[in-house]
């Protein structure tokens, strides 16, 4: 018997050791709200911003005043019409931010939203101040995700799609649309280029630290590709990594990125369950994390490493996840 009670003892302490050292945790949207998209972390803080279904840009300030209302982007916006809202049936009257990033110098919170475009917020929040509608003549259908180089401020985003805006998601993906752009606003000159085209549903972008190359995630084509920005060989790309439905990326202090994505799984009648992976800029996986036990197959729209935690957003629920790992 002693053995036997030896085995059970220490797969008892290994299990209860595994399970400690993995915990997750919910931060709830107030009662009326859903659909957070992305997140943007004040420096030194645990106060972030999100973006929701109703059109409202939400900050969190702790866990005792929690969120308040911050901004928006609809000059015409309602709260009576808009609050509560859901994800199903975004409203161009309310507005839908979704991509965001918050230059910790000058405390400008950059957004893309789906029918307003690229803005931007100052630290008193309100309305968004639209900064561009369209790049080369060629309006944004579907303003989608905001990445802030630290260093030089300049912010890289991406338009999704030329043709087709958020509410003809299906219509883009049935047809295989490859009409998204990767551009970039420069800080100096106050101007939009654009950078990449042909992107199939361009979904997240990150830069690495020295600006050398941007990742962007193709959700339509489910791939990453990695676009050089300088060098001997500027504006060029390649397939650096294939997952299911990539979302947002975001970069690592340590200069990696953390990918939301999915992985298949033919058991379930749903095969396309959440994880969030982090990759290397050649887009090799360093790390898998499994979310189905939080989120099921409802899929995740960003994983952003904030100190030793994970925070995930995913517009189809109503709480920010905190995962400890």
Request: hydrophobic share 40%.
């Amino acid at each position: 018997m002693a053995p036997i009670f030896f085995t059970f003892i220490f797969h008892f302490c290994f299990l209860s050791t595994l399970v400690s050292a993995i915990s997750f945790n919910q931060i709830q949207l107030p009662g009326n709200a859903t659909g957070p998209e992305a997140l943007a972390f004040e420096l030194g803080t645990s106060r972030f911003y999100t973006g929701i279904a109703d059109g409202r840009i939400l900050k969190y300030r702790g866990p005792i005043t929690r969120f308040v209302d911050f901004g928006f982007a609809a000059p015409n916006r309602s709260k009576s019409v808009c609050d509560g809202t859901s994800t199903s049936n975004p409203n161009p009257v309310c507005g839908r931010p979704l991509g965001m990033a918050l230059h910790h110098l000058t405390r400008r919170l950059y957004v893309c939203d789906a029918f307003f475009g690229f803005g931007v917020l100052g630290p008193e929040g309100g309305l968004v101040t639209q900064l561009s509608t369209a790049a080369e003549g060629e309006p944004y259908r579907f303003c989608n995700a905001v990445h802030v180089h630290q260093p030089t401020g300049n912010v890289y985003f991406t338009d999704a799609s030329a043709v087709y805006g958020i509410r003809e998601l299906e219509t883009a993906i049935s047809v295989q649309d490859s009409t998204g752009r990767l551009l970039k606003y420069d800080i100096k000159n106050k101007q939009v280029t654009v950078l990449f085209r042909n992107l199939s549903g361009a979904a997240g972008v990150a830069v690495d630290k020295e600006e050398k190359f941007a990742l962007v995630s193709e959700f339509i084509a489910n791939r990453t590709r990695k676009i050089w920005l300088q060098g001997h060989r500027p504006y060029r790309s390649e397939i650096v990594n294939s997952m299911p439905t990539p979302d947002n990326i975001k970069r690592t202090i340590l200069n990696n990125f953390w990918l939301a994505a999915a992985r298949v799984d033919r058991r379930m009648q749903s095969n396309l369950l959440p994880v969030g992976v982090r990759i290397n800029g050649n887009g090799s996986v360093l790390e898998t994390v499994n979310l189905e036990p939080w989120y099921g197959n409802k899929s995740v729209s960003e994983v952003q490493e904030y100190g030793s935690k994970l925070y995930i957003a995913s517009r189809l629920v109503a709480f920010i996840g905190v995962y400890n790992h």
